[in-house]
């Protein structure tokens, strides 16, 4: 036994309440979705000037567009008049610029006010002072990055960071060339389960035997439990009869075009804390961004990305969208079946990490000490009658 009480193969997770409780939530909004890189769009959701989409990051709804030179902007969804939403569709275009449907207040592309009912009469209104608020943004990957904080961290140590430390360098995954490539298929779940518990289902393979009949036949050594993401580097390999990352191991598409070598057959996975999971594959990319709405609710987005020639050609990508959608729902099914025992008296003091699960609780870690929120448990309390 160890000081926590646990054998030493055991190590503690988070308590139950840490998945249910609404205060660790909203420190968690504070602290981690609007204090970092949030993964907000994709570029081509956003393609001109005008074309927008609101998002939901941590507490605040936030407009995402372009301005009339085509930059990208981000604003929060506020009328600086009274407070109104601005806008209330979650994607759409306006001509070029944004009117409040309350007493019409109205910003241009770029945030600033430039028409209200009665402007002239109030000379000494500064019309960038009351423009709509401004969020920074940065592009990568083909992503739209946003971040709250006024002072955001920086990108290349936190976001840029995390696939270094997964892929051994960030060479490795520019190979992808991920910026230049085109969504194929998106689909986007509602899952009724705290955003931790879909981390740490994405992190860990020990269910991958139990739950994933296809990805372990494409990938052998997942049925071992051990996931690419315990080792830094590692990708795991196809199968010898697999010819692709598809739903039957049947053919997929020509490698992606500047790939190296040694990631040709295989799949590495990537954990952008808090919200991004980046799957690699020699065809295909298949890009997950969580938005946690509520302690027991994650809405997730997942883009399957092909090269240009594949979807402008009308290609078949329906088998390798199969087998990550496959994935996904029984991932997501799992952690739906788990969310309601982490209000019960038996998940009171949280559960047990295996061997093979380890290195989540660097991940524990991680949230208690950005948010300040619940302390470690000794792991093996029982629960009270
Ligand atoms: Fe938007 Fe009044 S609240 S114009
Ligand atoms: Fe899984």
Redesign the pocket.
């Known amino acids: 036994m160890t000081a926590t009480g646990l054998p030493p193969s055991l190590l503690a997770t988070l308590p139950g309440s840490a998945y249910t409780d609404p205060e660790v939530f909203t420190a968690e909004q504070q602290h981690l979705f609007e204090a970092m890189w949030f993964c907000a769009a994709r570029l081509s959701d956003l393609d001109g000037p005008g074309a927008y989409r609101t998002v939901q990051i941590g507490r605040e709804s936030v407009i995402l567009t372009r301005n009339r030179a085509g930059q990208l902007r981000a604003f929060l969804n506020i ?6 939403r ?1 806008c209330t569709q979650d994607s759409g275009a306006v001509k070029r610029n944004f009117q ?6 109205t910003y241009d592309l770029d945030g600033k006010l430039i028409a ?1 009912p009665n402007l002239t009469k109030m000379p000494d209104l500064d019309r960038v002072e009351y423009g709509l608020v401004t969020v920074q943004v940065k592009e990568w990957l083909g992503y739209l990055w946003v971040c709250l904080a006024a002072e955001p961290p920086s990108f290349a140590e936190t976001v840029q960071q995390a696939v270094t430390e997964r892929l051994g360098s960030l060479a490795a995954i520019d190979s992808y060339t991920i910026e230049a490539l085109t969504v194929g298929r998106r689909i986007v779940y509602d899952v009724r389960a705290n955003w931790k518990l879909i981390v740490e289902n994405f992190m860990e393979c020990y269910h991958c035997a139990t739950i994933h009949p296809e990805l372990t036949e494409v990938l052998p050594e997942f049925a071992d439990g051990y996931a690419a993401q315990y080792y830094v580097g590692h990708g795991a390999a196809f199968g010898q009869d697999i010819q692709g990352f598809t739903v039957d191991g049947s053919p997929g598409f020509e490698p992606l075009p500047g790939l190296r070598e040694d990631q040709d057959r295989r799949y590495y996975a990537i954990t952008v804390k808090p919200q991004v999971f980046i799957n690699l594959v020699p065809d295909h990319i298949i890009f997950h961004r969580m938005f946690p709405l509520a302690p027991d609710r994650t809405v997730v987005e997942c883009d399957w990305l092909y090269t240009n020639e594949v979807v402008a050609t009308g290609k078949d990508v329906s088998r390798s969208v199969e087998l990550f959608h496959r994935v996904n729902q029984q991932d997501f099914d799992a952690c739906e079946r788990t969310q309601p025992a982490m209000s019960s008296r038996a998940y009171r003091d949280g559960g047990v990490l295996v061997p093979s699960e380890h290195h989540i609780e660097a991940f524990h870690q991680w949230v208690q000490a950005s948010t300040g929120k619940f302390v470690p448990t000794s792991g093996c309390a029982k629960p009270e009658d």
Do not use: E, F, N
């Not at 009328?79 to 109104?84: D, S, V």
């Not at 409040?100 to 207040?105: P, R």
């Open positions: 009328c600086r008049h009274r407070g109104a601005i409040c449907s309350y007493h019409a207040w209200a």
